[in-house]
């Protein structure tokens, strides 16, 4: 059973950081991509940052670059998204993502809320 288990979020005020987990099982863990995406109210989910393999190529989103980083432990099949210099504007559902051209799967969320 595939299951990708995100924790992490909360209320952070701005400038405030936050690390997201993503623990995932029940699939080949390293040979998929992982990602963050997220999902604002009223608005579309977009990718925040994603993490390839086995070229590990890192890519993320113009908003987050310089504040945002992912990363990936194999050995723990954990994908980790730390959040720094957290803004408003960050406020969102973060859900974690894997695939590969043949599978597509995503966690069930972690809200993160930034706000004085």
């Not at 924790?7 to 963050?36: D, E, K, N, Y």
């Not at 994603?50 to 990936?72: E, L, N, Q």
């Not at 998204?81 to 069930?108: F, I, K, S």
Request: charged share 15%.
């Amino acid at each position: 059973q595939v299951q990708l288990a995100e924790s992490g979020g909360g209320l952070v005020q701005p400038g405030g950081s936050l690390r997201l987990s993503c623990a995932a099982s029940g699939f080949a863990f390293s040979t998929h991509i992982m990602s963050w995406y997220r999902q604002a109210p009223g608005k579309e989910r977009e990718l925040v940052a994603a993490f390839t393999t086995p070229s590990s190529t890192i890519t993320y989103a113009d908003s987050v670059k310089g504040r945002f980083t992912i990363s990936r432990d194999n050995a723990k099949n954990t994908v980790y998204l730390q959040m720094n210099g957290l803004q408003p504007e960050d406020t969102a559902v973060y859900y974690c993502h894997a695939n590969t051209r043949w599978t597509d799967y995503w966690g069930q969320g972690t809200q993160v809320t930034v706000s004085s």
